[in-house]
């Protein structure tokens, strides 16, 4: 995987969310908290910069799908990244990579169909993990949760989390961090200061 940390992707990233009139402030939200879980986890993944990169373009570009519908924009945000032409210059594995993320933050993930390794089908289950949690948290768009603290205790993983309104998003995160637990093999709990 090529550096993903230059300008030049960091550059393309934002022109492509800016062309589909992105919701700013959630996609910042939901990268400034994939990086938090993932930087907090990371005796757990073992995943590197080149990873944490990806994940945060991918939390970037999660929602430019809502541009064509927001029935299954998680399909058209896949496709938008695939097919667009002013995004050509992404490195071609790492814009697959990409794709399968900006998909897989909603719904179903489905990667046994894809032409990836296994290694890249483990790598790519961790950052799909960590992106559902992190959109999840934000499901209000309020954009002010913070994670203080990750404790892992034997089996769980807690997320001590701010200002998520737990209480409303219950539902939402319990059902996305399903995903955490199959990847992760830790029962993902939630608990709001």
């Known amino acids: 995987m090529m550096n993903l940390n230059n300008c030049k992707y960091n550059n393309l990233v934002t022109s492509l969310c800016d062309k589909y009139y992105y919701d700013q402030s959630h996609a910042k939200t939901v990268a400034r908290l994939s990086i938090s879980i993932f930087n907090k986890l990371k005796d757990l993944h073992m995943l590197g910069e080149k990873e944490s990169a990806l994940l945060r373009h991918a939390a970037l570009l ?24 002013d995004f050509d210059l992404y490195p071609e594995k790492e814009r697959l990579f990409l794709s399968i993320l900006v998909r897989s933050h909603r719904k179903t993930v489905k990667l046994q169909n894809k032409p990836l390794t296994n290694s890249e089908k ?12 992190a959109d999840s948290l934000d499901y209000l768009h309020y954009g002010n949760v913070t994670i203080p603290d ?18 409303i998003v ?21 608990s709001e200061e």
């Open 62 to 85: 999660h929602d430019i799908g809502y541009y064509v519908s927001i029935q299954k924009h998680h399909k058209h945000a896949e496709f938008l990244v695939l097919f667009n032409i």
């Open 170 to 190: 219950r539902e939402k995160v319990d059902k996305k961090a399903e995903y955490f637990k199959e990847v992760y093999d830790l029962n993902p709990i939630f």
């Open 150 to 167: 990750i404790i892992i205790d034997k089996e769980n993983c807690i997320f001590k989390i701010d200002n998520a309104g737990i209480s």
């Open 122 to 133: 483990d790598t790519l289950s961790k950052l799909i993990a960590i992106l559902r949690i």
